[in-house]
């Protein structure tokens, strides 16, 4: 049974699809410790269940309500992930979905509102994006259900445990990746089968995000970690990058993405901003 997770930017729709793609509530309430809603729900059709995550720009929080999303990835483990995107703002969502792709677990990218991309000019090419990922792209306009189908399909074609994990890797320059072994290293005696692969983990912890670290398992040496982030900022600096272990992940993904967004979108068409 797949255990799917509905992960995205804030007004991307989630909420519309969670209640096409669901046929009854199996939970509503908060997420503990904050006022934020969750929602669980059945998949149509038998498919497993579906989790609608609160929206979010980055899975480090600046806010408790935002370390929601990263925790639950951190300790759920969900079989599949299903981002949804907006088409219309397309460079802006990726940043998410590059670090859902490092998770190490099947992605599927719902890329809503393509007729909002359509009204203002922009032409996604969900192919090309597909190409570029690594993962399964699917056009959707969810406010009329279009597309729906087709991505609960994707969802049942998922077999939990399969090593079906998304192509995509990017490599952050030796400093990093030599901190992200050393870290990966640190904490694989006991790390258990089914838990979030240890690169992003490692990136988390690189990253300083408070919710991942704050559930690390127990046993875990802090201070080693911390021991070797300081190191990775220090052989930044010895490299000539004049910025910090985290403006150095950004500046990489960044990068990234520009290059994914010049292949997949075409703008010639896009219309000047309107204040309507
Ligand atoms: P969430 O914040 O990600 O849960 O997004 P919602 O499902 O609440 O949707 C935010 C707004 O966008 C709502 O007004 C939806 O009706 C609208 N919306 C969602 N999907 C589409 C779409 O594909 N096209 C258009 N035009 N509007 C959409
Ligand atoms: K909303
Ligand atoms: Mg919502």
């Known amino acids: 049974m797949n255990n799917a997770a509905l992960i ?17 509530y199996e939970y509503v309430g908060n997420w503990a410790g904050v006022t934020v ?18 929206g979010i720009y980055t899975l480090r929080p600046l806010s ?3 370390g929601v999303a990263a925790e639950y990835l951190a300790v759920e483990s969900p079989s599949v992930l299903v981002n949804i995107v907006d088409a219309s703002n397309l460079e802006r969502n990726l940043y998410l979905t590059l670090q859902l792709l490092e998770y190490g677990k099947p992605v599927i990218i ?22 570029r990922l690594g993962t399964p792209v699917l056009p959707l306009i969810a406010r009329t259900g279009k597309g729906s189908k087709e991505l609960l399909r994707a969802i049942e074609q998922q077999h939990p445990g399969e090593a079906d994990v998304p192509h995509f890797a990017i490599h952050y320059g030796e400093a990093i990746e030599r901190a992200i072994r050393d870290i ?21 912890v690189l990253e300083d995000n408070p919710a991942v670290i704050a559930v690390l398992p127990p046993q875990t040496n802090l ?20 910025s910090s272990v985290e403006e150095h ?9 520009q290059a994914i967004c010049s292949e997949a979108v075409d703008a010639s068409q896009k219309k000047p901003h309107t204040m309507t």
């Open 8 to 24: 995205g930017n804030p007004n991307t729709g989630k909420t519309s699809l969670f209640n096409t793609l669901t046929s009854s």
């Open 37 to 54: 809603e969750k929602k669980v729900g059945q998949l149509r059709g038998k498919a497993g269940q579906l989790t609608d995550l609160p």
């Open 64 to 66: 408790r309500d935002e």
């Open 110 to 131: 719902g890329l809503n509102m393509i007729d909002v991309a359509k009204a203002s000019g922009l032409q996604v090419d969900p192919e090309k994006l597909s190409a």
């Open 184 to 204: 990966s290293r640190e904490l694989a005696a006991g790390w258990e089968q089914g838990r979030p692969g240890l690169r992003w983990i490692a990136l988390q």
């Open 223 to 242: 201070n080693k970690l911390k021991a070797i982030r300081a190191e990775a900022k220090k052989q930044l600096g010895a490299d000539g990058f004049d």
């Open 249 to 257: 992940i950004r500046t990489v993904r960044i990068e990234r993405i």
